[in-house]
């Protein structure tokens, strides 16, 4: 089954700086890659998504960028703000048959916006 | 739309009772998955249904789990009996599966406590 980890588990950055988060997979059938921040106390919400067609996708100070030779997916925020702190999960999907209706989400990674 | 509704949003219940969580997914959504957050295990699916029928319950940890979909706007999970061990918040999540997938939308989530 699939297999996704997640650096680093903590990060703390200074408010403007930008915030890298990596993560790797093992399934190569994996081809949908979202992203959710999670808020201290609240749900965790999809805040941006990528499909394996796709390199690069970005909105606004997010952007995310697809490497699936190597099986790695990176979330890049520029231009940090302290509403940007919370958790950050990445997380593998396949498109069909009954693994793919699978979301395997990483460990998360605990971003500080130091202002 | 009203989003994932789940209830209870908080239950305290003694080792040995039974538990029974809850979850309204988004209308039109046909997959529904209910995840257990911890902070040692991060997010863990627990079962994921697609169409009101169950595809993979792997994850359920033991036989005191078990889980419902009686029809396209509702689901329960199920503890019986509860152990302190138990104690996490339960997400339940909906989404749209057809040859595409599509992010999940997350429900406030569950806290249950077992003492």
């Known amino acids: 089954g699939e297999n996704v980890e997640q650096h680093p588990s903590t990060l703390s950055v200074q408010e403007g700086d930008s915030a890298v988060i990596k993560c790797t997979y093992s399934d190569s059938a994996s081809n949908y890659f979202p992203w959710y921040k999670q808020e201290l106390g609240k749900r965790p919400q999809l805040i941006i998504d990528i499909r394996s067609n796709v390199g690069e996708k970005k909105d606004q100070r997010i952007a995310v960028t697809l490497n699936k030779t190597a099986k790695h997916f990176s979330l890049h925020i520029t231009e940090t703000q302290p509403e940007d702190s919370a958790v950050y999960f990445c997380?593998?999907?396949?498109?069909?048959?009954?693994?793919?209706?699978?979301?395997?989400f990483g460990a998360g990674t605990r971003l500080f916006v130091k202002a | 739309d009203a989003g994932v509704i789940q209830s209870p949003r908080h239950e305290v219940t003694e080792m040995g009772q039974e538990v029974t969580l809850r979850c309204k997914p988004i209308?039109?959504?046909?997959?529904l998955f209910w995840y257990r957050q911890t902070m040692m295990r991060g997010l863990e699916l627990l079962i994921y249904?697609?169409?009101?029928?169950?595809?993979?319950d792997s994850g359920m940890p033991e036989d005191r789990f078990s889980a419902k979909m009686p029809n396209a706007s509702f689901s329960t999970l199920k503890i019986q009996p509860s152990e302190p061990r138990d104690s996490a918040v339960y997400f339940c999540?909906?989404?749209?599966?057809?040859?595409?997938?599509?992010?999940?939308?997350f429900g406030s989530g569950t806290r249950l406590t077992v003492v």
């Open positions: 209308s039109g959504h046909n997959s």
């Open positions: 999540a909906s989404s749209l599966r057809t040859g595409v997938v599509y992010g999940y939308t």
């Open positions: 249904f697609n169409n009101n029928v169950p595809i993979d």
């Open positions: 997380a593998a999907s396949g498109a069909g048959g009954s693994e793919g209706f699978k979301t395997i």
